[in-house]
T-cell receptor, first 114, second 116 residues
C-alpha cells in the first residue's frame, strides 16, 4: 500500500464547476499536510497547508480528518487556469532528531474545460 | 521571497559521463535541502536529504556513490550524477527549507537530464 494515495484522474470539469479531491495516508506519525500544484514539466508550487480545523483560501478549501487519515481539497468556481496536477503531500517527522521528509501522492490531474 | 534556483535547467550528456546540478536558495538560508527525482507520469520520489556541513542522508535504494551530494553552504547544494546511464534520465528537483521555517519546502524549477 502506498503511503499517500490519490485518485490519478483525470477529472474533466466545465468552467465554474466545483470539484473535490481526496487523499489518504497510511502513516499515523504524519504531522503536517499540504496541497501542491504542479503544472506540466514544472516544479510543484505550494497551494496551501492543511490544518486540522480546515482552512480556506479564496476558492480553495482544504480539510483534514486525522481519525480517518484523509485530506481533501475543494475547488469552487473552477477556472481554466486551475488545470494542473494536484499533489497531496504528507510530512513525516522521524526520531528524536526531528528529521522529517515529505511523502508525495502521485497527484490528481484536473482539466477545466471551456 | 523563498526563491530556489537550479542550474542547469536542461542537460543532455553521453552515457558514462558525470553531470553536476546546482541548487541555490536565493533569498533565504537553507540548513536543509532535498533532492527529488520524478519520472514521467509518476510522483516525486525523495532521493536524499542534504544538511549543511554534514553528510547527506539517502533514501533506501538510492546509491550514494552514484548520486553525490554536497551542501557546502547555507545557500548551495549540488547533486552530481556520476557515470550516468540512460535510465538516469529524469526530472531532478531540489527543494529547500527556510532556516527559520517549520515544514514548508520551496522547490527549484527542476533539471531535465537526458542521458544518451
Amino acid at each position: 500500500r502506498k503511503e499517500v494515495e490519490q485518485d490519478p484522474g483525470p477529472f474533466n470539469v466545465p468552467e465554474g464547476a466545483t470539484v473535490a479531491f481526496n487523499c489518504t495516508y497510511s502513516n499515523s506519525a504524519s504531522q503536517s499536510f499540504f496541497w501542491y500544484r504542479q503544472d506540466c514539466r514544472k516544479e510543484p508550487k505550494l497551494l496551501m497547508s492543511v490544518y486540522s480545523s480546515g482552512n480556506e483560501d479564496g476558492r480553495f478549501t482544504a480539510q483534514l480528518n486525522r481519525a480517518s487519515q484523509y485530506i481533501s481539497l475543494l475547488i469552487r468556481d473552477s477556472k481554466l487556469s486551475d488545470s494542473a496536477t494536484y499533489l497531496c503531500v504528507v510530512n513525516i517527522v522521524k526520531g528524536v532528531s526531528g528529521t522529517y521528509k515529505y511523502i508525495f501522492g502521485t497527484g490528481t490531474r484536473l482539466k477545466v474545460l471551456a | 521571497g523563498a526563491v530556489v534556483s537550479q542550474h542547469p535547467s536542461r542537460v543532455i550528456c553521453k552515457s558514462g559521463t558525470s553531470v553536476k546540478i546546482e541548487c541555490r536558495s536565493l533569498d533565504f538560508q537553507a540548513t536543509t535541502m532535498f533532492w527529488y527525482r520524478q519520472f514521467p507520469k509518476q510522483s516525486l520520489m525523495l532521493m536524499a536529504t542534504s544538511n549543511e556541513g554534514s553528510k547527506a542522508t539517502y533514501e533506501q535504494g538510492v546509491e550514494k556513490d552514484k548520486f553525490l551530494i554536497n551542501h557546502a553552504s547555507l545557500t548551495l547544494s549540488t547533486l552530481t550524477v556520476t557515470s550516468a546511464h540512460p535510465e538516469d534520465s529524469s526530472f531532478y528537483i531540489c527543494s529547500a527549507r527556510d532556516r527559520g521555517g517549520i515544514y514548508e519546502q520551496y522547490f527549484g524549477p527542476g533539471t531535465r537530464l537526458t542521458v544518451t
